[in-house]
């Protein structure tokens, strides 16, 4: 299956916002890039620039080294892991770059080697600009052996790090994303406090990101905190989702965590409110809706 330059033939499961940028950014890279997806519409721009298209996961786990997936929850994945696993064979390596439970990602794991394959948990933080840019920040779970297989590979995507065995690479971009989310509702709660004792809300913000409080994550949403787009980075229904992945770990390990908690009940009452499809960014909108005078 590999290309005359012995490199691996890429397939992507999914070519949504995600998975379509990140095979873009292969094809760029002059990678053998396969795909599929629920609709050959959503691959149009791909397959315009070189992806192959192929029906069906199954087919496409015959045909390429290594397979890439971004599954939105634990349900879809393993429902796709239903048509991959028994596809698969000795020499592949299956990246999933989900953020799913840490348990389920386990689990499909123990599926894939018995298939005599190679999974990984491969994690993202960041988005489709980091994807565009190359600079993901790529935590990985699974044998350290498969995970130099695929270096290269990940290295075009951003900056990969192999955690450790299976699950690892989930449980650390589970914390990661606690602070993402706490982040951004803390700077919500103290623009608003500026903006109502006067000052100007553009002025407090940049203030705010220049000082220590001004995380890269944050400095990149000063935009959207100030007119918040249609179009979602990150959107309030998957942030919330991970952040009920890493409560239901915390439980698991009696690991406390409440802050986590504290931002879980303001994203249900922002999708109470509406902005589910929202970016993250939307709870200083939230805010102030609980704070109309």
């Given at each position: 299956?590999?290309?005359?330059?012995?490199?691996?033939?890429?397939?992507?499961?999914?070519?949504?916002?995600?998975?379509?940028?990140?095979?873009?950014?292969?094809?760029?890279?002059?990678?053998?890039?396969?795909?599929?997806?629920?609709?050959?519409?959503r691959a149009a721009e791909q397959i315009?620039?070189?992806?192959?298209?192929?029906?069906?996961?199954?087919?496409?786990?015959?045909?390429?080294?290594?397979?890439?997936?971004?599954?939105?929850?634990?349900?879809?994945?393993?429902?796709?892991?239903?048509?991959?696993?028994?596809?698969?064979?000795?020499?592949q390596v299956w990246i999933d770059m989900?953020?799913?439970?840490?348990?389920?990602?386990?689990?499909?794991?123990?599926?894939?080697?018995?298939?005599?394959?190679?999974?990984?948990?491969?994690?993202?933080?960041?988005?489709?600009?980091?994807?565009?840019?190359?600079?993901?920040?790529?935590?990985?779970?699974?044998?350290?052996?498969?995970?130099?297989?695929?270096?290269?590979?990940l290295g075009e995507l951003g900056r990969?790090?192999?955690?450790?065995?299976?699950?690892?690479?989930?449980?650390?971009?589970?914390?990661?994303?606690?602070?993402?989310?706490?982040?951004?509702?803390?700077?919500?709660?103290?623009?608003?406090?500026?903006?109502?004792?006067?000052?100007?809300?553009?002025?407090?913000?940049?203030?705010?990101?220049?000082?220590?409080?001004?995380?890269?994550?944050?400095?990149?949403?000063?935009?959207?905190?100030?007119?918040?787009?249609?179009?979602?980075?990150?959107?309030?229904?998957?942030?919330?989702?991970?952040?009920?992945?890493?409560?239901?770990?915390?439980?698991?390990?009696?690991?406390?965590?409440?802050?986590?908690?504290?931002?879980?009940?303001?994203?249900?009452?922002?999708?109470?409110?509406?902005?589910?499809?929202?970016?993250?960014?939307?709870?200083?909108?939230?805010?102030?809706?609980?704070?109309?005078?």
């Amino acid at each position: 299956m590999s290309t005359a330059s012995d490199r691996p033939v890429v397939g992507f499961v999914g070519l949504g916002h995600m998975g379509g940028a990140m095979a873009a950014r292969l094809l760029a890279a002059d990678y053998a890039v396969y795909g599929t997806s629920r609709t050959r519409a959503r691959a149009a721009e791909q397959i315009a620039t070189g992806l192959r298209w192929i029906d069906g996961a199954d087919q496409l786990a015959k045909a390429a080294d290594v397979l890439i997936t971004s599954i939105p929850d634990d349900a879809a994945l393993q429902l796709v892991a239903d048509s991959i696993t028994p596809a698969l064979s000795g020499g592949q390596v299956w990246i999933d770059m989900s953020t799913v439970s840490p348990q389920t990602s386990r689990e499909v794991a123990d599926r894939v080697l018995a298939a005599g394959a190679e999974f990984l948990d491969a994690p993202v933080s960041g988005s489709v600009p980091q994807v565009r840019a190359g600079t993901l920040t790529i935590m990985v779970g699974g044998d350290e052996t498969a995970y130099h297989q695929v270096e290269a590979v990940l290295g075009e995507l951003g900056r990969p790090t192999y955690i450790g065995p299976n699950g690892q690479g989930l449980a650390l971009k589970l914390g990661i994303n606690i602070s993402l989310a706490v982040q951004v509702l803390a700077m919500a709660e103290g623009l608003l406090l500026a903006e109502r004792s006067g000052v100007d809300r553009g002025l407090a913000l940049r203030v705010m990101n220049a000082s220590p409080i001004g995380s890269p994550m944050l400095q990149a949403r000063e935009a959207l905190l100030l007119d918040l787009p249609d179009e979602a980075w990150f959107d309030i229904r998957l942030m919330q989702k991970d952040l009920v992945l890493a409560l239901e770990a915390g439980r698991t390990l009696a690991v406390p965590l409440p802050t986590a908690t504290s931002a879980d009940e303001i994203l249900t009452l922002a999708r109470a409110l509406g902005y589910e499809h929202r970016d993250i960014a939307g709870v200083f909108e939230v805010l102030q809706r609980l704070t109309r005078r």
